[in-house]
Structure formats: structure tokens, C-alpha cells
């Protein structure tokens, strides 16, 4: 998908959403289930480059208020 830069995250994320339904589905065809793995590490990355980009940019206008303490998201575990 050529379109994934340009994507909203929340576009991305409902994508991906859809594509790990049909997966765990289960009745899947391999070749498919490949197309749609493929796909889904593609979105992945749209979402995960999307957020590195606000944490990046918090870290800007926390900097910019005076404030020195850094901003780290936390994932679940």
C-alpha cells in the first residue's frame, strides 16, 4: 500500500483492526492469510511511526514550557 504515509493513525489502526478479525477468523486461505499479514506489519508501522512522531513532538513543547523532564510513552505489558 503506497497510501499508508498518508493515512490518519485512527485510519491505520480501524485497518488493522479489520485485517487481525479476519485472521483470527482462522478460515483464511495461506496465500491471503500472507497478503493480509503483509498488510497489517505495513499499518503497524504507519501507527508505530505515527506515534513516535507526537511523543516527538510533546517532547518539543515540553521543552519550549521550560520544563526539562522527558516524555517516554509506556506500553502495556
Do not use: R
Request: charge should be negative.
Amino acid at each position: 500500500m503506497s497510501d499508508n504515509k498518508e493515512q490518519t493513525f485512527e485510519e491505520a489502526m480501524s485497518k488493522l483492526e479489520v485485517i487481525v478479525a479476519k485472521l483470527e477468523e482462522g478460515e483464511v486461505p495461506l496465500e491471503k492469510a500472507i497478503s493480509y499479514y503483509q498488510e497489517g506489519m505495513q499499518l503497524s508501522k504507519v501507527c508505530s511511526d505515527k506515534l513516535n512522531q507526537v511523543q516527538e513532538k510533546m517532547v518539543q513543547i515540553m521543552n519550549e514550557q521550560g520544563e526539562l523532564k522527558s516524555f517516554e510513552i509506556q506500553e502495556d505489558e
